[in-house]
């Protein structure tokens, strides 16, 4: 099994205040990814209306003109931004205002965007969330998975497949005959080039290509199709600065990331970072509420034991699932 971090319940201290409020101002991340079946529509909306419930106006030039005046990095890509004055205190009771810039993917049509966004946000602002498919551990994602076709001998196409479930069940009903499992069935006809997965990555951020999830049919073409892809988006490669940041994945077992976020990142780790993530299903009934909640409870300089069970209040177990106990982890970074 390849290495990797599964993160703490019981964290110490409390996020670096002090540094999140400098200037007296918060720069803030907030996006929500792509779900094939339009779950994250009813997020995307959530999320605008809880940030207005908050004080939040949506406001481009007044945040472009808070976030200049605070000699923060300008928005460069495309995005929502929204401002409140004096959303907090630091610890000396200066009031502090929070931008927060809302990336949502929406239909997928332009998850390229929303990814390119997002990734400008995890450099430049102080906070950074995402909510949405962990995608068996491989990292963020802003747009639809795949499409596969089987096709005949001639090249003609037999039969599509847009979801990992649909595709694992016509599989396991073909494998039968040979006594294949769809795993077997699904490399035997990709070999032969009768099954051609077809990526749709633009809107991919890849953090990790461990497949730590090998008893799962879509881990395999999940990593599989990322490998074979010349143009994925690799955290890997990306340039960070030095300085303090907090960044939260809310998806399935997102704690799947930490490794490859503490080896791949050494000046943002460096700096400081201090990573949350999951330890089991997540729902995305829950994302917004999540998200949301991580906000409130920032605004409110809690400590980290304290975040960790607001966030488990928000995404209590659910009772057909196996996976029980507290959602989510921390993995703190070193204050330098």
């Known amino acids: 099994m390849a290495l990797r971090i599964n993160g703490t319940l019981d964290p110490p201290g409390s996020p670096w205040y002090e540094r999140l409020f400098a200037d007296q101002l918060c720069t803030v991340m907030i996006a929500c990814g792509f779900d094939e079946y339009g779950s994250n ?3 995307d909306e959530l999320l605008e209306s809880g940030l207005a419930a908050r004080g939040f106006s949506r406001d ?6 808070r976030i200049a005046a605070g000699k923060r990095l300008a928005p460069q890509r495309p995005a929502e931004h929204w401002i409140a004055r004096g959303a907090a205190t630091d610890a000396g009771g200066r009031p502090i205002d929070v931008v927060v810039t809302l990336v949502r993917a929406g239909d997928g049509s332009a998850g390229g965007d929303a990814a390119s966004a997002f990734l400008e946000g995890l450099g430049r602002c102080d906070v950074a969330m995402y909510g949405g498919h962990g995608r068996y551990g491989t990292g963020p994602d802003f747009d639809y998975n795949f499409t596969a076709d089987l096709v005949d001998d001639k090249g003609a196409i037999e039969a599509s497949f847009s979801e990992y479930k649909d595709l694992e069940e016509y599989l396991a009903e073909r494998g039968r005959a040979s ?6 069935e699904y490399r035997a006809l990709v070999a032969k080039g009768r099954l051609q997965i077809r990526r749709l990555n633009s809107g991919n951020l890849v953090i990790n290509l461990r497949n730590y999830h090998s008893a799962e049919f879509g881990a395999h ?9 010349p143009n994925i988006r690799r955290m890997s490669k990306q340039a960070f600065d030095k300085r303090y940041r907090l960044w939260l994945f809310n998806g399935c077992r997102t ?10 990142n050494p000046k943002a780790n460096a700096g400081g970072l201090d990573l949350l993530g999951t330890r089991r299903v997540t729902y995305w009934s829950m994302i917004g509420d999540t998200l949301l ?4 409870e920032l605004l409110q300089r809690r400590s980290f034991s304290q975040i960790l069970q607001a966030l488990h209040a928000v995404n209590p177990d659910n009772p057909g699932d196996g996976a029980r106990g507290p959602s989510h982890v921390a993995d703190l970074g070193r204050r330098a």
């Open 41 to 43: 529509r009813s997020q």
């Open 60 to 65: 481009d030039a007044g945040a472009a003109a």
């Open 179 to 184: 006594k294949r499992s769809p795993l077997a």
């Open 221 to 229: 073409v999940m990593v599989d199709q990322l490998k074979t892809d």
């Open 255 to 264: 704690n799947d990331y930490f490794y490859n976020l503490r080896k791949l």
């Open 293 to 296: 909640k991580l906000l409130d």
